[in-house]
Antibody, heavy 120, light 108 residues
Framework: EVQLLESGGGLVQPGGSLRLSCVAS????????MSWVRQAPRQGLEWVST????????FYADSVQGRFTISRDNSKNTLFLQMNSLRAEDTAVYYC?????????????WGQGTLVTVSS | EIVLTQSPGTLSLSPGERATLSCRAS???????LAWYQQKPGQAPRLLIY???TRATGISDRFSGSGSGTDFTLTISRLEPEDFAVYYC?????????FGQGTKVEIK
């Protein structure tokens, strides 16, 4: 059974940093592209970032480019999102999501999400 | 950048009725790269349809997708109580993944 378990969310002040983790199980983690998607309170889904299988390719939404860094440790089946210079508008539930197939794909499995709140 | 616009914002229907949800892209997209998700309160999204019309594993045949170019549709043939939720369309490209703003299907 595929499982994605996010952690690392919490309350942080504007300008602060936070590192999210997503531990994967039930599939060969190193064989799949992974992404982060967020959802602000009572809002829709917003793609944040995508990372290739061997960390060679990274993609970011304009809203986080230069502030967030996606990475992975295939030996530990873990995806990360380092978030710096956080703003109030970054407040959201952050989901990690697995690509269904290939390098251009939808997301067939999602974690339960971790809440990030940016507030003073 | 492709913008996806979903309509209507809210659909009020009764169990057993047919639901038709629309997703319009700001420019023509490959039919191979359009998906639909269902999200219930407090839950993560669930993949329903990918590549415009292919049901994901374990998804009921009450759900069907169609469309091409800029206009795509998710149809729920007969609404069951568990189908009342928010639905999102998504386009996936080589470096950008875009979601529509969602359609809420509520019980009338």
């Amino acid at each position: 059974e595929v499982q994605l378990l996010e952690s690392g969310g919490g309350l942080v002040q504007p300008g602060g940093s936070l590192r999210l983790s997503c531990v994967a199980s039930g599939f060969t983690f190193s064989s799949y592209v992974m992404s982060w998607v967020r959802q602000a309170p009572r809002q829709g889904l917003e793609w944040v970032s995508t990372l290739g299988r061997s960390s060679g390719s990274t993609f970011y939404a304009d809203s986080v480019q230069g502030r967030f860094t996606i990475s992975r440790d295939n030996s530990k089946n873990t995806l990360f999102l380092q978030m710096n210079s956080l703003r109030a508008e970054d407040t959201a539930v952050y989901y990690c999501a697995k690509f269904r197939i290939g390098a251009i794909s939808d997301f067939d499995y999602w974690g339960q999400g971790t809440l990030v709140t940016v507030s003073s | 950048e492709i913008v996806l616009t979903q309509s209507p914002g809210t659909l009020s229907l009764s169990p057993g009725e047919r639901a038709t949800l629309s997703c319009r892209a700001s420019q023509s997209v490959s039919s191979s790269y359009l998906a639909w998700y269902q999200q219930k309160p407090g839950q993560a999204p669930r993949l329903l349809i990918y590549d415009t019309s292919t049901r994901a594993t374990g998804i009921s045949d009450r759900f069907s997708g169609s469309g091409s170019g800029t206009d795509f549709t998710l149809t729920i043939s007969r609404l069951e109580p568990e189908d009342f939720a928010v639905y999102y369309c998504q386009h996936y490209g080589s470096s950008l993944w875009t979601f529509g703003q969602g359609t809420k299907v509520e019980i009338k």
